[in-house]
């Protein structure tokens, strides 16, 4: 089993029971950690972010819409229950790493992705982008089964969150959406403008097309093409059900995970069916690239590797379209109202 797909696995298998651990402020590990942890207790965000390691302002470069990070400082960051050091693979995965592949390539402003690592604890990801507000945006992961979710929402959204991951863990994936507490994040992601993100495969589309139907307003986005091509075969029943998707207008597709999808290697050229097909489907206004680091620069993938396939090989894209798979769509989603 590869790498990537069992962290997808320990993702999908994550119980309720990792409950929400409680982690201080501040940042550490590497030197740049340490100074920032520093400014952070002080009170003193580091404005500006990386926009140091790019060249231009922040809101002109690519986003990258899909990224973990983690620090080796388990003692200020604690792992959730039911999760060992040994599986933070890399051991280490801090905003500085990202940015040795990604300032490289002209991306400047990426969404973070809760890791599971830390469970329902967002401490760690909110302190980074407390620490970089021009830089990141984020994705959350709560308690759906808690009393009032959507009060939790609320209250993240007022700390940069903008979207929420969902997915099934060890409920029916046919039934994985039909909780109370899930109604009410439905609702307040249409009252809020907060996406419901979703790490699934081909066989839960069904269920989110039924809370499409129910809720029209709620932003919805898909990671990782709904993982189709995992296994290494790309279906066209699996494709068809994610673009039957794209009749709800505020449904969105992350073009991402490349080093673990299809035939899994560079230049990726096989995935370009599917992505075409979602962009005659979707347009390219709800399509967002994504890499999935650090995953995307493990085994022989690379950052840059990942960019060209939607920079440089999607021959019938127009250099509009590409803009909007490339910066504009994320930024609609994960950055509208921030500077």
């Not at 029971?17 to 201080?24: T, Y």
């Not at 690592?117 to 507000?133: E, R």
Request: net charge negative; hydrophobic share 40%.
């Amino acid at each position: 089993m590869s790498r990537a797909t069992a962290k997808w696995e320990v993702d999908a298998a994550w119980s309720r029971r990792q409950l929400l651990r409680a982690g201080g402020l501040g940042l550490a590990g590497a030197t740049c950690e340490g100074l920032l942890q520093a400014r952070l207790r002080a009170g003193e965000p580091e404005a500006g972010g990386f926009a140091h390691l790019v060249q231009g302002d922040p809101p002109s470069g690519y986003v990258d819409a899909h990224v973990h990070v983690w620090t080796p400082d388990t003692q200020r960051y604690p792992l959730a229950a039911g999760f060992r050091r040994d599986e933070m693979q890399p051991p280490s995965f801090t905003p500085e790493e990202l940015f040795e592949h990604a300032g490289p390539c002209g991306v400047t402003r990426v969404v973070l992705i809760q890791m599971s690592f830390y469970g329902f604890d967002n401490s760690y990801m909110l302190d980074v982008m407390h620490a970089h507000p021009r830089v990141f945006s984020g994705v959350a992961v709560i308690d759906d089964s808690a009393p009032h979710p959507d009060v939790e929402m609320r209250r993240l959204a007022e700390q940069g969150v903008r979207g929420f991951r969902i997915y099934p863990r060890n409920l029916p994936v046919d039934r994985w959406l039909d909780g109370e507490g899930m109604a009410a994040m439905w609702r307040c992601g249409a009252e809020e403008g907060l996406a419901m993100c979703h790490l699934v495969n081909p066989e839960a589309l069904p269920a989110i097309d039924r809370m499409c139907e129910r809720f029209p307003d709620t932003p919805v986005v898909i990671d990782h093409f709904a993982r189709i091509g995992v296994d290494g075969q790309i279906r066209q029943a699996d494709v068809d059900a994610l673009v039957r998707l794209a009749r709800h207008r505020q449904t969105y597709v992350k073009v991402s995970a490349f080093y673990a999808l299809g035939r899994k290697q560079a230049p990726y050229t096989d995935l370009v069916p599917m992505i075409r097909r979602l962009v005659e489907a979707y347009g390219p206004e709800r399509l967002m690239w994504a890499t999935d680091c650090p995953y995307q620069v493990q085994a022989g993938h690379t950052y840059a590797d990942s960019l060209a396939l939607v920079r440089d090989r999607l021959e019938f894209l127009t250099e509009e379209e590409r803009d909007w798979l490339l910066r504009r769509t994320a930024t609609q989603v994960y950055f509208a109202g921030r500077t």
